[in-house]
């Protein structure tokens, strides 16, 4: 192994979870998430020659995602991604964990997505917007609408757990 | 800054990406505005509560990353097959390849017959010097030439090997008529019987004779048998500089 290669293991591998995390909500079931990872993973290894050394490697390998994703013509059939129970309450299967998941995966898939990048992942608007290729204020609108709209569920989900509780 | 500008730059803001005087009339307003503070403050909450229930949801790469791991290997070994064995696998089929060319039987093989005459032929005229009616005159070598249909040009760049030409007869080898050269260089001298060859090639020789060597190809439209007394070396060297220079 040379070292560029090496350099591929330590930078991008221990990013798999995250994008796999990030692809489960993308794609429609959890193998097609994992083949998604595999196959951004081989995109990067195939290209690491291009990337630079000391840029942010996540945003580098998100790109890689979207991008893999779009181009497989899956733009606009985004779904509601049918994890199971377990996947959605977190694994300690409270009912927060299972509100805020089910909530996220109710918003509209464009504020899914961005809400995603931002919030969970932590990536700038500016950085988004270069993923996705869209206008840096669509990314902020998307942005607003997914929190307000996430508020919306939570508050709407808190009052129907206390309810059932009383 | 009003309430809509906050809706607008929120995401800025929590992304920390709002700076200087936009930073400063944001959180001014969020100061005025109870409403825009408990709607920014939820949003943080729940971005934290997301945050932490992503970081729940199990997320077991081991699968990937092995799968992975095993098409890295196995493009690393194509990669590796096409950058470097396939080219040295074609270097070496056009190594060999050339090999085959020059030690496969071209042509047809030489007549023993006619190889024991001009081994019989070199040792009684040109070794023991037995006399001949040999021609030493540029125009009765030419006349032999025209007469059997010989290049002057092909005699003489024999010429190039460093050896010169000295004289020259007709002979039959084998029955067939040839015209023997005699090229020499400080007493060394080797035999050429050139002749052009007809519909067949001959099939490139070299072998020995007791003290002789022998050597036999067919270049262009001339066909050699060589024989000299000298080592084996030397005669290799002619033969493969008199081949190269027809």
């Given at each position: 192994m040379n070292n560029r290669e090496q350099e591929f293991d330590e930078v991008a591998m221990p990013q798999a979870r995250n994008l796999l995390r990030f692809a489960r909500r993308l794609t429609s079931d959890p193998s097609a998430a994992e083949d998604l990872v595999q196959e951004t993973l081989m995109r990067a290894w195939r290209g690491f020659d291009q990337f630079r050394g000391g840029t942010n490697a996540r945003a580098w390998l998100f790109r890689i995602l979207l991008n893999t994703f779009y181009g497989q013509g899956r733009k606009g059939r985004l779904t509601v991604v049918p994890l199971g129970e377990t996947d959605r309450a977190g694994a300690n299967g409270n009912h927060v964990a299972f509100e805020i998941t089910d909530a996220l995966q109710r918003l509209p898939a464009d504020q899914r997505t961005v809400l995603m990048l931002g919030a969970v992942e932590g990536f700038t608007c500016r950085e988004i917007s270069e993923m996705l290729h869209i206008p840096m204020g669509t990314v902020m609108s998307r942005m607003s609408r997914a929190r307000q709209a996430m508020r919306l569920q939570l508050d709407l989900a808190s009052k129907v757990y206390s309810q059932k509780e009383s | 800054m009003n309430c809509g500008d906050i809706d607008k730059l929120s995401a800025l803001w929590h992304s920390g990406e709002l700076e200087g005087a936009d930073q400063k009339?944001?959180?001014?307003?969020?100061?005025?505005?109870?409403?825009?503070?408990?709607?920014?403050?939820?949003?943080?909450?729940?971005?934290?509560?997301?945050?932490?229930?992503?970081?729940?949801?199990?997320?077991?790469?081991?699968?990937?990353?092995?799968?992975?791991?095993?098409?890295?290997?196995?493009?690393?070994?194509?990669?590796?097959?096409?950058?470097?064995?396939?080219?040295?696998?074609?270097?070496?089929?056009?190594?060999?390849?050339?090999?085959?060319?020059?030690?496969?039987?071209?042509?047809?093989?030489?007549?023993?017959?006619?190889?024991?005459?001009?081994?019989?032929?070199?040792?009684?005229?040109?070794?023991?010097?037995?006399?001949?009616?040999?021609?030493?005159?540029?125009?009765?070598?030419?006349?032999?030439?025209?007469?059997?249909?010989?290049?002057?040009?092909?005699?003489?760049?024999?010429?190039?090997?460093?050896?010169?030409?000295?004289?020259?007869?007709?002979?039959?080898?084998?029955?067939?008529?040839?015209?023997?050269?005699?090229?020499?260089?400080?007493?060394?001298?080797?035999?050429?019987?050139?002749?052009?060859?007809?519909?067949?090639?001959?099939?490139?020789?070299?072998?020995?004779?007791?003290?002789?060597?022998?050597?036999?190809?067919?270049?262009?439209?001339?066909?050699?048998?060589?024989?000299?007394?000298?080592?084996?070396?030397?005669?290799?060297?002619?033969?493969?500089?008199?081949?190269?220079?027809?």
């Open positions: - | 009339a944001f959180d001014a307003h969020l100061a005025a505005c109870p409403a825009c503070a408990a709607e920014i403050r939820e949003q943080w909450n729940n971005d934290t509560r997301l945050q932490e229930a992503m970081a729940e949801e199990p997320a077991d790469t081991h699968g990937v990353e092995q799968r992975v791991m095993r098409q890295i290997a196995r493009e690393r070994m194509r990669r590796w097959l096409v950058r470097g064995l396939v080219p040295g696998l074609a270097a070496a089929a056009a190594i060999a390849a050339a090999v085959l060319y020059l030690t496969s039987p071209r042509g047809t093989p030489v007549n023993p017959a006619i190889l024991a005459d001009a081994a019989r032929d070199h040792t009684v005229e040109v070794v023991k010097q037995a006399p001949r009616r040999w021609r030493t005159a540029p125009a009765d070598i030419a006349a032999i030439e025209t007469s059997q249909g010989i290049s002057d040009s092909d005699v003489k760049a024999l010429e190039t090997t460093g050896y010169k030409l000295e004289r020259a007869k007709i002979c039959r080898l084998g029955g067939t008529p040839y015209m023997h050269l005699v090229y020499g260089k400080n007493g060394r001298e080797f035999s050429v019987y050139m002749r052009v060859r007809g519909a067949q090639s001959v099939r490139e020789t070299a072998s020995n004779s007791g003290d002789l060597q022998l050597a036999a190809f067919t270049r262009g439209r001339v066909q050699a048998v060589i024989v000299t007394d000298a080592p084996r070396g030397e005669c290799a060297r002619f033969t493969r500089d008199a081949e190269a220079a027809l």
